[in-house]
Every structure is written in structure tokens, then in C-alpha cells.
């Protein structure tokens, strides 16, 4: 197998062979969580993570969150050093397996450092509580007089002092601090300062390992070739070229299991993977795609909009919103929409899986989350989760994407079938064409105005659900949680003195998945250019607009920081226009201002994109800069680049020719500010990209009055 210095089997090993010394586990990541003080032999109990200081000194902490770029390598030990007194540079990191032991391992919902934050910090004042305390007892000194720094313990006034591995082992008999004394952040000395990343070294080298480098022995190659009309069903296979091609040892019919239906394939093994690739390619399959003809998003959102003439389903309220909308003196009401999008990761989806004679299962692969993916192993092959081995490495982007595991459960189908490990890779063409995809969505929305008061607002939510798609836990008469959370009055805070939120679900069999942002990146459209039409109606200013409907005063410091550092106030040249927009996910408030100016030969052109965002605490301001700069251009490539459609059941976008992404020479300038507000920790690999395409549409109406309501936009035909 490819090098993993990081494996937990060599962790082990090497604890073995040092000592385990002073071993902390967390029960849970939950926010009551406790210490709990753990043996050699207790790692092999279902404990949460853990982290060691060995009786050499050496530190290690079990990541439990896979890095797709976002910089959880970085952030979750920071929240550990800082606490300890140590560098960066001293903890050592292994990826979690999957067990549950580690509680939840997923790399989304701009989670991790919100998860852990308080956990780790704990884990780690605890274990420094407990070796101050026992040095201070070899001194036979007061504790109060040690100190700890740079991983050893110091008494004051002395050079005397103690490394953390010459205490572990004696500090490991003492009791676990229950509620250790975390240190007061003005003495942070990590967290909240820029710091290097120490992952990217390795990145820009080529020395670190991803998904796609991992070779293991006796491994096969896969490409598959899938229904070109997703769900197509396969009539017959002519094999016969694709077999004279060296290296390709067999065509077979496979599956690929998808939450929601599991479609046919056929897969070409091969000793590698040029061989699997153009045996792909010298396939020829008749497919039957009978019934699939009315399968397309023409069609799809025709039903949205058939939709947003209903009420949908009502999941919050206040005031009578039709009351309101017949006697104020000013109604608007409008749609909007949004595309479904791909995800395409730099790094498309790939997995090796080897099902073993015993039943037993490896996998090893580049998945956001391994504890999802052993519940999936688990139950696709109907095998217990303590017969699954999960190797995870680092991604080459994901976006939502690989925490979607039908890839991975076609290596394991293969891997059965052949008796053998498998690396299933997928092409660009694959991921693209065959999703799953940001479900497009509606947002259908009234309002009302009296005098320059905004009174009446209502947005029903209208598309297909990912929680009835891929849990299967949606009913026909319930509202998709994350639509309501992300929605809600008490989340966005806006105090409107009638105020409707609905929804309805439009099916399709069009597979669909969280997104960067997930529903987020879809209604802060319809919401934000929808406040903008109704702050025009009272005659009012974006902004002031706003700030007379927000009490927040962390809503309302962001709005005036977008102001002061967009120049809001400041009169264009002609033929320029801002456009401003306000969103709460994850946690995190940003805004974002755009400014587009008219070209001569028509159409508009991005100048300027401001964005500002309250986080709370954070790890790396540089970090959480880097993050909203990739928001902006994703939330930009969203927002002008051509989204997912589908005709007769195949998607008509395949490769980055059509379906393309933001470039260099087309990046505007950025201008990124963080809020300082000292509330607890938001996401930030996400939160900035919401309010990037409504800010757009927004400055394109100030600049040349035409309202636009539907993504794409095509800024050389506005």
C-alpha cells in the first residue's frame, strides 16, 4: 500500500513501543461532554476520541474530521495545542476510522471547529492541569507555582522543568479534571492568530497523498460505463472490443447504489487504469430508457411554478400574511429560481474496497465522512460495522459531494463479485453527468408595503427535498428541516410584523445532495433580491432597509461594516451599481457587496466583490479569508455559469467545456473583512457564499434596472 505515516496501525505499534502515558478520551462531542481518562486497553473500547501524550513526549490527537481543503488539519489540533501550551508543530494527527467510538466524523455543515471547539479546548487545559499538578508534586511546590510552555512544566523563578513525556505516565494516575480551567482567550496565542498551514507544504509538493494516489496489492482497476439516461436500463452488451484491448481482464454487468433507486452499469476491469478506461470506451451497450423521456428540468420546475400557486405547507407564521397583503397599500409579489448544480471537485470520486473470503471489508478512499460510510458498507453488503476497516485520506475537494456514497458501494459490489480489491474511479464526464446535484429550487414570494415600512413578507420554499431523497425521511405532509432552520424568522432575524414561511415538494428522480451551502445557496437568492424589491417599493435604501427590520446587533454590525467598507454611502460613476445582501448558515453572518459597471458593448462586468462575516471565534483568520474568497467564486460561478439540465433523462452538460467554472482572468477584485463579535464559533467553509449571487443581481438592477430572477445570469446579454 501506498505510505500513510498517519495510519492508526502505526500509531498503535509505536505507542506500544514508547508508552502510552497519559491518554484522554472525549465521551462525546456533544456540548456537555466529559473527560474520561483511558488505559492501553481501554483504546480498544468504544470510547470517543482520544488524545495521548506518550512517555517520549510525543502528542497525538485523532482527527475525527477528513480535510477537503477546508483546513481541518490546521483548525482541530489548534483547538488542542492552544489549550496545552504546545506548537502547532507537536501534535500529530491520524484520521479516524469510522468507529463509533469517535463519535460523528462528517466534514460538512462547516462543523467541525463548531463541534469541537469546546471539547478539545477542554481535553486539552484538562491534561495540562493534571501533568502542572504533577510536577508540582515533585517539587513539593504549590501548583500555583508551575507553569506550562512549550510542552514541559515550569516552576517560576527557577530553570527547573519537566517535559510533558517525563510526567505522563504519573500524571495518567490522577483523577480527570471535570471542569478544567479553560485559558481566558486574550492569552490565546494560536487560536484567532495567522498561522501557516502546515498540510500546505505537502500539497503544493505533491507529497501528499490523496484518494486517487492510493494503490494497495493485487488491486484491479474499474471504469464504469453508466445509463448515459440515468435509470436507463441495460437491453444488451457487445464486449467483444473492449476485451482485445491489453490489460483488460473483464466486462461485467454492475450497479450503482444510490439512496434513493439503484441503477444499472457495466464496469470494465482491467490491471490499470488506461486499459479500464478505453475498454469503457470500446463498449457498446443498448440501453432501454423507456419512461425516462419526461424526465427533465424543463419540466421540473414547470411543476414549481404550477406549485407557487398553492399555498404549500405552512411551517411559520405570524400575523395573518393574507390580511396583510390585501390592505397594505403596496403588494409585490415575485419568483424566483435557481439551477441545479454539480459539484466537480477537482479530484472526481474514486474508492478501493476489498471484500475479503471472511465477509471481512477495506476500504480505502477520500470520503468526507467515514462514519457514514461505514454505515452504508454496513448495510449495503448487510454486514456487521465491525467487520469494516475504513482508510480515509485526504480529498481533493468535495464540496457535499463525497459523503455521497454510491461510488464507494460500487467498488464494494466489485470487490464481491471478483473476490479482489477494486479501484473504482470515476471520470469528470461521470460526475458531471450523472450527479447528484443541488436540487434547483423556487422561491415564490410576496410582500407588502405601507409607507416606507416593509409589513408583510412571505417565501415558500419550493423543490425537491434531500432529506425525502436521500434518507428517505421525508413525509408528503412534513417540512424539510434544514429548509425550515435555515429559513426561520429567529434565524434571520428580521422583524416583520407578518411574516409566512411554506413549502412544498416537488419529486423527482433527478438524484440531488447537500451542496456547498446546501439550501442555503438556493433561497438567500429569492430572500435578499426579494427585500431589495420590497426596499425600493417604501422608497428606502438596501441597507437602511434592512437595519430598520434588524434589533441583532450582530446582523446589524455586519450590515454596517459591508457600508463602511463597500463605501456604500459614495456615489458611482454612471453606469456602475451595488448590490447588497445579508444571510445567516452554519452559525455565521456574512454580507456581501457587488459592484458591476455597464461595458460599452453591452452586457455588465463584475468590478468588486465586499464581503464581511461574523464567525465568532475562529482558528485562522487567514484561514476563514481563504474560505470566503472560495465562496465568492463559487457562489460567483453559481450565479453566471450554466447550472445542471436534464432532456429525455441525460444531463446535457458533461465535462468543464460546458459546464465551466469562474477563471482567474475572470475573478474580480475581493475585499474580505471578519467581524470580531467574540460569540461562539460559526462555520466558515460555507456562510460566505449565500448573499454573492443576490448581491450580484441586486447591483445589476441598481446599475441598469432590469430585475433579474433566475440563475444563470448571462452578464453579456443583460
Known amino acids: ?25 472525549v465521551s462525546s462531542f456533544a456540548k456537555n461532554s466529559s473527560l474520561v481518562k483511558l488505559t492501553a486497553e481501554a483504546i480498544q473500547l468504544e470510547i470517543n476520541p482520544f488524545i495521548i501524550i506518550d512517555n517520549l513526549g510525543n ?90 510552555e512549550d510542552a514541559r512544566i515550569h516552576l517560576k523563578n527557577s530553570d527547573k522543568s519537566f517535559s510533558y513525556g517525563e510526567l505522563a505516565d504519573e500524571a495518567a494516575k490522577l483523577p480527570v479534571p471535570k471542569e478544567p480551567k479553560l485559558k481566558d482567550p486574550k492569552d490565546f496565542k494560536i487560536i484567532g492568530k495567522v498561522k501557516p498551514r502546515l498540510d500546505v507544504p505537502a500539497r503544493v509538493t505533491g507529497k501528499a497523498v490523496f484518494g486517487l494516489d492510493v494503490d494497495v496489492p493485487g488491486m484491479v482497476y474499474a471504469a464504469i460505463l453508466h445509463a448515459p439516461a440515468i435509470h436507463g436500463k441495460i437491453v444488451s452488451i457487445d464486449d467483444a472490443a473492449a476485451k482485445k484491448i491489453p490489460g483488460v481482464i473483464r466486462v461485467m454487468k454492475a ?113 468526507q465522512g467515514p462514519d457514514w460510510a461505514l454505515r452504508d458498507v454496513a448495510g449495503y453488503l448487510k454486514i456487521k460495522p465491525e467487520q469494516i476497516k475504513i482508510n480515509v485520506f485526504l480529498l481533493g475537494g468535495a464540496f457535499g459531494r463525497k459523503a455521497y456514497h454510491d461510488f464507494l458501494l460500487e467498488a464494494c459490489f466489485l470487490s464481491k463479485e471478483l473476490k479482489k480489491p477494486v479501484k473504482v474511479i470515476w471520470t469528470r464526464e461521470d460526475d458531471i453527468t450523472q450527479g447528484p446535484y443541488r436540487p434547483g429550487m423556487l422561491s415564490a414570494m410576496k410582500g407588502a408595503v405601507n409607507g416606507k415600512k416593509i409589513a408583510a413578507f412571505h417565501h415558500h420554499a419550493i423543490g425537491e427535498s434531500i432529506s425525502r431523497q436521500v434518507f428517505n425521511g421525508l413525509q408528503d405532509h412534513q417540512v424539510d428541516d434544514w429548509i425550515s432552520g435555515e429559513l426561520s424568522a429567529e434565524n434571520h432575524k428580521y422583524e416583520i410584523p407578518t411574516w409566512k414561511l411554506s413549502w412544498s415538494n416537488v419529486k423527482t428522480d433527478i438524484p440531488v445532495v447537500w451542496w456547498r451551502s446546501v439550501y442555503a445557496s438556493n433561497f438567500a437568492f429569492g430572500q435578499e433580491c426579494f427585500m431589495d424589491e420590497l426596499a425600493l417599493a417604501a422608497g428606502q435604501d438596501p441597507i437602511e432597509a434592512r437595519l430598520a427590520l434588524l434589533k441583532d446587533e450582530r446582523f446589524r454590525k455586519v450590515l454596517e461594516v459591508i ?94 467545456h460546458d459546464y465551466p467554472i469562474m477563471r482567474i482572468n475572470e475573478t474580480p477584485k475581493m475585499d474580505i473583512h471578519i467581524v470580531n463579535s467574540g460569540a461562539q464559533p460559526g462555520g466558515v467553509g460555507e456562510p460566505g457564499l449565500p448573499p454573492v449571487a443576490p448581491a450580484l443581481a441586486n447591483a445589476i438592477f441598481a446599475a441598469t434596472g432590469k430585475r433579474l430572477r433566475k440563475l444563470p445570469i448571462d452578464l453579456n446579454e443583460v
Open 1 to 25: 500500500m501506498t505510505p500513510n505515516s498517519n495510519s492508526r496501525r502505526e500509531f498503535l505499534r509505536l505507542s506500544s513501543l514508547s508508552g502510552l502515558g497519559l491518554v484522554l478520551g
Open 59 to 148: 502528542i497525538t490527537l485523532v482527527n475525527p474530521r477528513p480535510d477537503m481543503g477546508q483546513g481541518s488539519t490546521q483548525a482541530v489540533p489548534s483547538l488542542l495545542a492552544e489549550e496545552l501550551e504546545v506548537s502547532l508543530e507537536k501534535v500529530k494527527l491520524i484520521q479516524s476510522d469510522g468507529k463509533s467510538k469517535y463519535g460523528s466524523q462528517t466534514a460538512g455543515g462547516s462543523s467541525s471547529v463548531r463541534e469541537l471547539w469546546e471539547p478539545l479546548r477542554k481535553a486539552g487545559a484538562a491534561a495540562r492541569e493534571m501533568l502542572t499538578e504533577t510536577a508540582a508534586k515533585r517539587w513539593g511546590v504549590p501548583v500555583a507555582n508551575c507553569y506550562a
Open 255 to 367: 450497479e450503482r447504489p444510490m439512496p434513493h433507486r439503484t441503477s444499472e452499469a457495466v464496469a470494465v476491469i482491467a490491471s490499470n487504469w488506461w486499459a479500464a478506461m478505453k475498454g469503457k470506451k470500446a463498449l457498446n451497450v443498448t440501453w432501454d430508457n423507456a419512461g425516462l423521456d419526461k424526465m427533465n428540468t424543463d419540466a421540473y420546475f414547470a411543476k414549481g411554478r404550477e406549485a407557487a400557486k398553492a399555498e404549500g405547507i405552512n411551517f411559520e407564521e405570524k400575523g395573518d400574511i393574507d390580511q396583510a397583503l390585501t390592505h397594505s397599500e403596496k403588494t409585490l409579489e415575485a419568483v424566483y429560481e435557481t439551477p441545479f448544480l454539480a459539484h466537480a471537485p477537482i479530484e472526481p470520486e474514486n474508492a478501493i474496497a476489498h471484500v475479503k473470503d471472511n465477509g471481512d471489508v477495506e476500504i480505502w478512499a477520500p470520503i
Open 563 to 656: 457600508a463602511e467598507k463597500s463605501n456604500w454611502k459614495e456615489n458611482l460613476p454612471a453606469g456602475q451599481g451595488r448590490g447588497v445582501a445579508v444571510f445567516k448558515s452554519f452559525g455565521s453572518i456574512s454580507a456581501c457587496c457587488v459592484t458591476v459597471s455597464k461595458q460599452s458593448g453591452g452586457g455588465v462586468k463584475i468590478e468588486k466583490v465586499v464581503s464581511v462575516i461574523d464567525c465568532g471565534w475562529h482558528v485562522n483568520p487567514d484561514n476563514v479569508k481563504a474560505q470566503t474568497e472560495g465562496n465568492i467564486v463559487m457562489g460567483l460561478t453559481a450565479a453566471i455559469k450554466p447550472g445542471i439540465t436534464y432532456a429525455n433523462g441525460m444531463a446535457q452538460q458533461s465535462n468543464f
